[in-house]
C-alpha cells in the first residue's frame, strides 16, 4: 500500500499523461462505471418494489390497488411506487453511488420501527435490509455485465447518468 507521497506521486504522473488513448479511456472508465452503478440501482429497487406491492404486514394501508398484465391483483401500489433511484453521484467520503429511496412517511415508519395504534404493540418490518441481502448477487452480476459491455463498446451507454 503506498504512502501519502508515493500516492501524490503516483497522481502527479497520471495528470502528467494527457494522451489522447488515456483521457478516452477515462471518460469510457467512468461512463462504464455510472452505467453499471444503475444497472444494479435498477435491480435492487426492483426487487424493494416487489416486497411492498404487497404491503408491510395485512397490505391494508399500502396504498391503491395495482393490476399486472395478466389481470393479478397487486395491493400498495403507492408505496411501491415511491421507491426511485437517481443519477450517480459523488457521497461524502468521494465514493461514487446510486441512492435508491423513498420519501414515503409509511415506508419510514414500518422500516424503523412505531408503536402500532391498532395493536398498542412496537411493529417493524425490514424490507429493504432483507432486499439487499437476497439481490446483492444479481446486483452484482449486473453491474459485471453492464460494466463489461460498457467499457468494451457493446452497448452504447454515451448519456448514462443524463
Same mark, same amino acid.
Given at each position: 500500500?503506498?504512502?501519502? /507521497?508515493?500516492?501524490?506521486? $503516483?497522481?502527479?504522473? &497520471? ?6 488513448? !488515456? &483521457? *478516452? ?9 455510472? /452505467?453499471? &452503478? ?9 426487487? $424493494? ?10 397490505? /391494508?394501508? /399500502? ?8 389481470? *393479478? ?10 421507491? *426511485? #433511484? ?12 446510486? &441512492?435508491?429511496?423513498?420519501? @414515503? !412517511? $409509511? ?6 420501527? #412505531?408503536?402500532? $395504534?391498532?395493536?398498542? *404493540?412496537?411493529?417493524?418490518?425490514? #424490507?429493504?435490509?432483507?432486499?439487499? @441481502? ?9 453491474? #459485471?455485465?453492464? !460494466? ?15
Amino acid at each position: 500500500m503506498p504512502n501519502s /507521497a508515493q500516492r501524490t506521486e $503516483i497522481q502527479r504522473g &497520471l495528470q502528467g499523461d494527457q494522451s489522447e488513448t !488515456f &483521457l *478516452k479511456f477515462s471518460k469510457d472508465w467512468q461512463v462504464a462505471i455510472d /452505467a453499471g &452503478l444503475l444497472a444494479a440501482g435498477e435491480v435492487y429497487e426492483e426487487a $424493494i418494489k416487489a416486497k411492498l406491492y404487497g404491503g408491510y404486514t395485512s397490505g /391494508a394501508f /399500502a396504498g391503491e390497488v395495482r393490476y399486472g398484465a395478466t389481470g *393479478k391483483r397487486f395491493p400498495g401500489g403507492t408505496v411501491a411506487n415511491s421507491v *426511485k #433511484h437517481k443519477k450517480p453521484q459523488y457521497d461524502r467520503n468521494g465514493v461514487r453511488v446510486v &441512492l435508491v429511496g423513498s420519501n @414515503n !412517511f $409509511i415506508t419510514r415508519m414500518w422500516e424503523f420501527g #412505531h408503536r402500532n $395504534i391498532f395493536t398498542g *404493540k412496537f411493529e417493524r418490518v425490514e #424490507h429493504w435490509r432483507n432486499a439487499m @441481502n437476497e439481490v446483492g448477487p444479481e446486483m452484482a452480476q449486473a453491474f #459485471h455485465d453492464v !460494466f463489461d459491455a460498457a467499457l468494451n463498446g457493446r452497448v452504447e451507454v454515451e448519456r448514462v447518468a443524463a
